[in-house]
């Protein structure tokens, strides 16, 4: 830890005055190793798809730094017997009528939320997250699971359209499973990013072979034993667990469709391969967001929001805002606010409720956020709240970090930290603060705030970021689960929920049906009589409106 207290005190502001230092939580709730005892290990990680002899993994309580589990890893040979099992059951499980399967979600959805203590304590322990950043995911999770527990039937029943020929043909279009989905899920939501992904691929009638990452598996196990109480056939998940250069490509290549969530970098990888054998992806990447604050933005909302849109989950999170873009007008009034807010933050790690936010989950995370806020205050940017590693409190703690003065040759300008540190730019008309938005490769989310609801939608449309939020940061359009989420640019491919979160997770299949009249030359009609016959027919189908 020597490292990362030395980049904490190179951080302190030169004459910024001093950020303050972030009061601790109260402790309480029960310890990482009472709430994970080895015998729950034991039971989740049976759970796991490992023959043979299979090494073991220990993984790292991030609150506290001590070994949570040892968790038995997947070979490539393991994944070939995951898709194996998986493709023998799920046939089965794809004749089922729809409606059956969908009240398997929504058994799930009950038992959740009655049982949802046992998910925040794993999710906790595996990410070092507060416990109501924990809670958000059962929250996703349970909106997911009612969603498409109520609406697949809907967005999967065989729909009419119209034929070739009016009434001489008819057309279906229905949608089959894909089969066997290869789900490859990041540490950061292990709740939602695992079962809440893999909800709609059950439901339209597919089995699932996921690779959590090792960090967080015992969350998305658990999820697993749930949905199977909750009357999934235990095949139909696979978890296999391993190293994610090695199992990742495996799961790719036997899978008949691949949804990924991760890093952009990785994502690339996973599009090539997925692209090679002609599968399809969807691919939920990185980001970096930005909160527009306009002139006549109700600021005391506009700065508590600002808060949860950078801090929770300690910026773990792929819809988190790292740019904050405030109308120079109201900048300093809005600015003393939100670093109010953000040096008042109670930092801890009990697994209970009352800490406004918890730990990174790895070394590896606090330094690529030490770094960009060393190199940033090295180079001449202005620390307003936070700015340093809290080892007192366990060893990957960051204190709730805003810069100012940032420019574009600092990191941390355009790189995606991932942490919780936010910049803070100032514009002076509506179009510098778009095009200042946009100027990311990026595209996943972004948040406007006005007293003018028409404006921040006008706003919206100009920004090019898969869901926009108007006076929230992201939970309004994450948590709107009919409506589509992903990313545009380099933050991805393809959308979770809504009709596009399911219809990606089956094939269409039309089915048109001919009657009485062929769609060639017939009745005597010699060829040019029927290209004739034709033409004159195509009139009259448009001067009818036919579609
Ligand atoms: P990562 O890309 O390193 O890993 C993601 C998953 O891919 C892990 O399970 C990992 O083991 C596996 N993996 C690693 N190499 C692989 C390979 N070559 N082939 C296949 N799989 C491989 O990402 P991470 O650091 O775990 O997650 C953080 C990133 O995820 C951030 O960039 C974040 O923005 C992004 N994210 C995006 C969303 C979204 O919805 N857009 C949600 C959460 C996180």
Redesign the pocket.
């Known amino acids: 830890m020597t490292d990362l207290t030395a980049a904490a005190t190179a951080t302190e502001p030169a004459g910024a005055g001093s950020p303050g230092r972030n009061p601790a939580a109260p402790g309480g709730g029960r310890t990482v190793a009472a709430a994970v005892p080895p015998a729950l290990v034991a039971r989740l990680a049976a759970g796991i798809t490992a023959t043979g002899e299979p090494s073991v993994v220990d993984t790292v309580a991030p609150l506290t730094g001590e070994r949570l589990a040892g968790l038995p890893q997947s070979t490539p040979a393991d994944v070939e017997v995951a898709f194996e099992l998986a493709r023998r059951v799920q046939p089965a499980w794809a004749a089922l009528p729809v409606r059956r399967r969908a009240a398997v979600l929504l058994r799930f959805h009950d038992l959740l939320i009655k049982r949802q203590d046992e998910a925040l304590d794993l999710i906790q322990a595996e990410t070092g997250k507060a416990r109501l950043h924990a809670f958000e995911e059962v929250l996703a999770v349970a909106l997911a699971a009612r969603h498409y527990g109520r609406a697949a039937h809907g967005y999967l029943r065989d729909k009419r359209h119209g034929g070739a020929l009016p009434v001489l043909t008819q057309a279906i279009e229905a949608r089959r499973p894909k089969g066997v989905i290869g789900h ?6 292990p709740l939602e ?1 695992s079962v809440g992904d893999a909800l709609p691929a059950f439901v339209a009638g597919n089995a699932v072979v996921n ?4 960090q967080t598996a015992l969350t998305a196990l658990w999820a697993r034993e749930l949905l199977i109480e909750a009357g999934l056939p235990a095949d139909l998940w696979q978890v296999v667990v391993g ?3 090695v ?3 495996a ?2 290549e036997h899978a008949d469709y691949v949804s ?8 690339r ?2 599009a090539q ?1 997925a692209a090679a054998r002609l599968v399809g992806a969807s691919l ?4 970096k967001n930005a909160m527009l604050v306009l002139a006549d933005a109700d600021l005391d909302r506009a700065a508590e929001c600002a808060v949860r849109a950078c801090f929770s989950s300690a910026g ?4 988190s805002i790292e740019r904050l873009l405030v109308h120079r007008s109201v900048a300093d009034e809005f600015l003393a606010k939100f670093a109010a807010r953000t040096r008042a933050l109670r930092l801890g790690g009990g697994l209970a409720y009352g800490a406004d936010m918890g730990s990174l989950v790895s070394a590896r995370q606090l330094e690529t956020t030490s770094r960009h806020v060393e190199e940033a205050v090295k180079a001449g940017a202005t620390v307003l709240a936070g700015g340093r590693a809290r080892p007192d409190l366990g060893p990957y703690f960051f204190e709730p970090t805003i810069l100012d003065g940032v420019t574009p040759e600092m990191s941390v300008c355009g790189e ?1 930290t ?1 942490g919780p540190v936010v910049s803070v730019y100032r514009f002076d008309t509506e179009g510098e603060a778009v095009t200042a938005a946009n100027s990311t490769p990026y595209g ?1 989310n972004s948040s406007v705030w006005t007293r003018d609801g028409r404006r921040g939608r006008a706003i919206a449309a100009r920004l090019r970021t898969g869901t926009v939020n108007v006076n929230e940061a992201y939970g309004a359009a994450y948590g709107s689960v009919g409506s589509p ?3 545009m640019g380099e ?2 491919l393809g959308r ?1 929920h809504g009709a596009e979160g399911i219809l990606r997770f089956t094939e269409a299949q039309t089915i048109a049906s001919q009657r009485l009249v062929p769609i060639a030359p017939a009745f005597g009609l010699d060829d040019k009589q029927f290209a004739a016959v034709f033409s004159g027919g195509l009139r009259v189908l448009k001067a009818l409106r036919f579609k």
Not at 260 to 267: A, L, Y
């Open positions: 490859i899920s990041p540490w950061n939501y990013l690779k959590p990452d090792t190293d994610g250069p199992i990742g490509p799961v790719v990924f969530t991760g890093s952009t970098r990785t994502g990888d996973v391969r939920e990447l990185g980001g773990q999170l792929c819809i995606e991932f996943l989420m992903g990313g933050s991805g979770r």
